[in-house]
């Protein structure tokens, strides 16, 4: 299985000048390493026969890497790692052979931990022992004595050449990384030096204390370790108090900011490698009504034990977060592994499907996955976890289990933000122009008498002239907007209704609403207010309500509705037929008119399943004491049809198209004088 870390990948664009580079890093470190240990010489006596306190300062050089602290201080480096003490002590005590040895056994063992490619552990021994050639030399060049004393000037060489390891170390590796990123190599090489400094600065001046103890008792050197190992221990604090930041306490699993930064270097190897990357993100359902019931206990031990089913058996790679309340979010790329993001998907709710038991309790859980990949739906985290949102919301629309993420669900792509904040201004000011009405009639068909018509709303922007109604309605029914177009609907609705009574139009008006208008008894209150001011009869206003609102969420909606039922508002089931639980709503709901969709009315007389659907659908509001309006009457035929099977009403273009107020009041006018 390969790994996601980019560190042990080559750039595509370049791959030979990048491995060239580290293959001379490589060839020049033996070659310098050599020369510089045949110059130094190696231990008196044999490698056997050096004192006990070599071996014990070589083995703490090893068991401080067992456990690499991963360090968000660092710029670059992932690990912060002390073995520098050990390195620099040995060389000043023992020579540059033994502290060559003590070093690379170091950063290969470290290599081991962070799970680093063959040929970047090479780099990594081959980089810091041309580092510690340099310091070496540097060391000699200034101690005056090759053995250790202690004395002013041996110090002053020791923080010079401590010096001199990392701002090699830092080049060489900055200049790798320039040839994978193009970044400039000063730059990075000042931003390691940067964020690294006082940790190298730490370390150097340690090591003379550690090669004075060295150089007088074994006990000694185990004795240093104390302050040795507590610095280790406070990276390690450093490290523990990053990740508790990183991650949600009640899970253990990762927070938004750890995951971020999880799926930000995914993104990074992804690009590199021309690979894509799977955002989930998973929304319980009805997980409140756990809390509610329950208890907040009972609800945090369930999310406690999904955390725990999701991490169970999971591939090495795929990363989970808890994001809070009842989301978590996960990320899988082809590079841990993963070969088909709905594949993901599955699995996650597979990981679902049997109930979670607590105590007495046995929990049946579901909910809703919205997936976005990289980089078809988004290049960056913050646009694939948004669009993984709306993928999920849609998801909950559909009463689906999971779905991909899709432009056309997007209702806050640039352009409709931009229609958003145009439309928001036109209904700031009550008198601005731009929102408005058309009116289609609504005639009887028994005797053709206009009773009544539908408000339909119309836009006209100031640059894209009159823009679609859906657009509208899309672009704004996820937002305040929303309230607000409905405000400005009614009032313009209500006023002409006073208009049409003044001029002896006794009509009802039919007005469409959402469903976050149903579900906010604001409403309710505002509707109530505005037909007091405007002096008309509730009972002349009705409310079209589609079966797809009710189905969002139908428990809050009815409260409201019957509210407005008392208040002599008719209720009007709209596009009836087109939802799955018509039956439902209607022995529920106050409704007082059903409104049959036009794709089933303008095409019943040649199809004959639509016919049987009308013409039940008109039996069944007979039988309910409701009124039954079909919507879509193109032409004579399909009028004859519905009055002989008892429709109460029709609207559609065989009477008249939906037009201006004024084009409406003159279309009356003429109908009067026909009759």
Same mark, same amino acid.
């Given at each position: 299985?390969?790994?996601?870390?980019?560190?042990?990948?080559?750039?595509?664009?370049?791959?030979?000048?990048?491995? !060239?580079?580290?293959?001379?890093?490589?060839? *020049?470190?033996i070659?310098?390493?050599?020369?510089?240990?045949?110059?130094?010489?190696?231990?008196?006596?044999?490698?056997?026969?050096?004192?006990?306190?070599?071996?014990?300062?070589? !083995?703490?050089?090893?068991?401080?890497?067992?456990r690499?602290?991963?360090?968000?201080?660092?710029?670059?480096?992932?690990?912060?790692?002390?073995?520098?003490?050990?390195?620099? #002590?040995t060389?000043?005590?023992?020579?540059?052979?033994?502290?060559?040895?003590?070093?690379?056994?170091?950063?290969?063992?470290l290599?081991?931990?962070i799970?680093?490619?063959?040929?970047?552990?090479?780099?990594?021994?081959?980089?810091q022992? *041309?580092?510690?050639?340099?310091?070496?030399? $540097?060391?000699?060049?200034?101690?005056?004595?090759?053995?250790?004393?202690?004395?002013?000037?041996?110090?002053? #060489?020791?923080?010079?050449?401590?010096?001199?390891?990392? @701002?090699?170390?830092?080049?060489?590796?900055a200049?790798r990384?320039?040839?994978?990123?193009?970044?400039?190599?000063?730059?990075?090489?000042?931003?390691?030096?940067k964020?690294?400094?006082?940790?190298r600065?730490?370390?150097i001046?340690?090591?003379?204390?550690?090669?004075?103890?060295?150089?007088s008792?074994?006990?000694?050197?185990?004795?240093?370790?104390?302050?040795?190992?507590?610095?280790?221990?406070?990276?390690?604090?450093?490290?523990?108090?990053? /990740?508790?930041?990183?991650h949600?306490?009640?899970? !253990?699993?990762?927070?938004?900011?750890?995951?971020?930064?999880?799926?930000?270097?995914?993104?990074?190897?992804?690009?590199?490698?021309?690979?894509?990357?799977?955002l989930?993100?998973?929304?319980?359902?009805?997980?409140?009504?756990?809390?509610?019931?329950?208890?907040?206990?009972?609800?945090?031990?369930?999310?406690?034990?999904?955390?725990?089913?999701?991490?169970?058996?999971?591939?090495?790679?795929?990363?989970?977060?808890?994001?809070?309340?009842?989301?978590?979010?996960?990320?899988?790329?082809?590079?841990?592994?993963?070969?088909?993001?709905?594949?993901? #998907?599955?699995?996650?709710?597979?990981?679902?499907?049997?109930?979670?038991?607590?105590?007495?309790?046995?929990?049946?859980?579901?909910?809703?996955? !919205?997936?976005?990949?990289?980089?078809?739906?988004?290049?960056?985290?913050?646009?694939?976890?948004?669009?993984?949102?709306?993928?999920?919301y849609?998801?909950?629309?559909?009463?689906?289990t999971?779905? /991909?993420?899709?432009?056309?669900?997007?209702?806050?792509?640039?352009?409709?933000?931009?229609?958003?904040?145009?439309?928001?201004?036109?209904?700031d000011?009550?008198?601005?122009?731009?929102?408005?009405?058309?009116?289609?009639?609504?005639?009887? @068909?028994?005797?053709?008498?206009?009773?009544?018509?539908e408000?339909?709303?119309?836009?006209?922007?100031?640059? &894209?002239?009159?823009?679609?109604?859906?657009?509208?309605?899309?672009?704004?029914?996820?937002?305040?907007?929303?309230?607000?177009?409905?405000? &400005?609907?009614?009032?313009?609705? @209500?006023?002409?209704?006073?208009?049409?009574?003044?001029?002896g139009?006794?009509?009802?008006?039919?007005?469409?609403?959402?469903? /976050?208008?149903?579900?906010?008894?604001?409403?309710t209150?505002?509707?109530?207010?505005?037909?007091?001011?405007?002096?008309?009869?509730?009972?002349? @206003?009705?409310?079209?309500?589609?079966?797809?609102?009710?189905?969002?969420?139908?428990?809050?909606?009815?409260?409201?509705?019957?509210?407005?039922?008392?208040?002599? $508002?008719?209720?009007?089931?709209?596009d009836?037929?087109?939802?799955?639980?018509?039956?439902?709503h209607?022995?529920?709901?106050?409704?007082?008119?059903?409104?049959?969709?036009?794709?089933?009315?303008?095409?019943?007389?040649?199809?004959?399943?639509?016919?049987?659907?009308?013409?039940?659908?008109?039996?069944?509001?007979?039988?309910?004491?409701?009124?039954?309006?079909?919507?879509?009457?193109?032409?004579?035929?399909?009028? /004859?049809?519905?009055?002989?099977?008892?429709?109460?009403?029709?609207?559609?273009?065989?009477?008249?198209?939906?037009?201006?107020?004024?084009?409406?009041?003159?279309?009356?006018?003429?109908?009067r004088?026909?009759?």
């Amino acid at each position: 299985m390969a790994t996601t870390l980019m560190r042990n990948t080559a750039p595509r664009e370049h791959p030979g000048r990048y491995y !060239g580079y580290m293959s001379a890093v490589a060839v *020049l470190a033996i070659a310098v390493a050599g020369f510089t240990a045949v110059r130094s010489g190696a231990f008196d006596g044999g490698l056997f026969s050096v004192p006990f306190a070599f071996w014990l300062t070589a !083995g703490l050089a090893l068991v401080a890497e067992f456990r690499p602290n991963r360090w968000g201080g660092l710029w670059m480096s992932p690990i912060a790692s002390i073995y520098l003490v050990y390195a620099l #002590a040995t060389m000043i005590t023992w020579g540059f052979l033994p502290a060559l040895v003590v070093q690379s056994a170091a950063v290969t063992l470290l290599c081991v931990q962070i799970r680093a490619s063959a040929w970047r552990t090479i780099f990594n021994v081959s980089q810091q022992g *041309l580092a510690l050639c340099v310091a070496w030399y $540097v060391w000699d060049a200034l101690s005056g004595s090759p053995t250790w004393g202690g004395t002013p000037l041996q110090i002053l #060489a020791i923080f010079a050449a401590g010096t001199a390891w990392p @701002l090699v170390s830092s080049a060489l590796v900055a200049y790798r990384q320039s040839l994978r990123t193009g970044e400039r190599f000063l730059y990075l090489t000042w931003q390691w030096l940067k964020s690294e400094w006082a940790l190298r600065a730490t370390q150097i001046a340690i090591a003379p204390i550690l090669a004075t103890a060295a150089m007088s008792s074994w006990w000694l050197v185990a004795a240093s370790a104390i302050p040795i190992f507590s610095v280790y221990r406070i990276l390690q604090t450093a490290a523990d108090r990053e /990740r508790e930041a990183d991650h949600d306490p009640l899970t !253990g699993l990762l927070n938004r900011k750890g995951f971020q930064e999880v799926v930000d270097g995914k993104l990074a190897d992804a690009a590199e490698t021309k690979t894509a990357v799977a955002l989930l993100i998973l929304d319980l359902d009805r997980f409140a009504d756990v809390n509610s019931a329950l208890g907040h206990e009972v609800g945090d031990q369930l999310l406690v034990e999904l955390a725990k089913r999701f991490t169970t058996d999971i591939p090495l790679g795929k990363k989970i977060a808890h994001l809070g309340g009842d989301e978590f979010a996960f990320v899988w790329s082809e590079l841990d592994g993963m070969t088909d993001p709905m594949e993901c #998907a599955r699995e996650i709710r597979a990981r679902l499907d049997a109930p979670i038991v607590l105590g007495d309790v046995s929990l049946e859980v579901d909910g809703s996955v !919205g997936i976005a990949v990289f980089p078809d739906d988004g290049p960056d985290f913050q646009t694939l976890f948004r669009h993984a949102d709306i993928a999920m919301y849609e998801s909950k629309q559909r009463a689906g289990t999971y779905t /991909r993420y899709g432009a056309e669900f997007d209702h806050h792509s640039p352009e409709r933000l931009h229609l958003l904040g145009d439309l928001r201004r036109a209904l700031d000011h009550p008198d601005a122009p731009g929102v408005n009405l058309f009116y289609q009639p609504q005639v009887r @068909l028994v005797d053709g008498e206009v009773i009544g018509a539908e408000a339909l709303l119309r836009y006209s922007h100031p640059e &894209r002239g009159v823009v679609n109604p859906a657009e509208i309605i899309e672009t704004a029914e996820h937002s305040s907007v929303m309230r607000m177009l409905t405000e &400005r609907v009614v009032d313009i609705a @209500l006023r002409q209704l006073r208009t049409w009574r003044e001029a002896g139009y006794d009509l009802r008006m039919a007005v469409n609403v959402s469903v /976050r208008d149903l579900q906010s008894p604001e409403f309710t209150d505002f509707l109530t207010e505005r037909i007091d001011a405007y002096g008309v009869n509730a009972k002349r @206003l009705q409310l079209e309500i589609t079966e797809s609102a009710l189905m969002a969420d139908p428990r809050r909606v009815l409260q409201n509705v019957q509210r407005l039922s008392d208040l002599g $508002v008719g209720i009007s089931l709209d596009d009836f037929g087109t939802g799955f639980s018509s039956m439902q709503h209607l022995r529920r709901l106050p409704v007082t008119e059903i409104k049959i969709d036009k794709s089933f009315v303008t095409t019943l007389c040649d199809d004959p399943d639509n016919a049987a659907i009308v013409s039940t659908t008109i039996d069944l509001g007979r039988a309910l004491d409701v009124e039954v309006v079909a919507e879509g009457v193109e032409d004579e035929k399909v009028r /004859r049809q519905l009055e002989s099977w008892g429709c109460h009403a029709g609207q559609g273009w065989h009477f008249a198209k939906p037009m201006s107020a004024d084009a409406f009041e003159r279309w009356m006018a003429e109908q009067r004088k026909e009759d």
